[in-house]
């Protein structure tokens, strides 16, 4: 995909609803390669035993997920220049999996330094995961 151009985005633009599927197996190998090896993560006894419903996936890899979703959207991580949320909920992965289902929306445009700021809607189910989650990209 190309990357997005200045003169093809507009504010009110959207996009999704994507979804991105989450396993067992993804959280063990995103605890592989983050080095996050908390239990309540991989292990589905000892997270019940701290109270939680059953595994919960990574408050990092949720937005990271998103993340991805934003740039095939723009066509290139690289020009993702800002990227922040808040966590609001988790996200439960059972054992056959589940998925969290990304949006975006763009909030505005600045003509000057060619970049937009983009809100992502992150939701598990019908729980909003991810709260004022927002991006600042460069367009082309």
Known sequence: ?????????????????????????????????????????????FAKTVGLPDIIAHGMWTMGAAGSVLEQWLGDGGRIVEFGTRFTSMVVVPREGTEIVVTGTVKSLDEDTRRATVELGVTAGDTKVLGRCQAVVALA
């Open 1 to 45: 995909m190309a990357v997005r151009s200045f003169d093809e985005v507009s504010v009110g633009e959207t996009f999704g609803p994507t979804a991105v599927p989450v396993g067992r197996e993804t959280l063990v190998a995103y605890a592989n390669a983050s080095g996050d090896q908390n239990p309540i993560h991989q292990d589905e006894d």
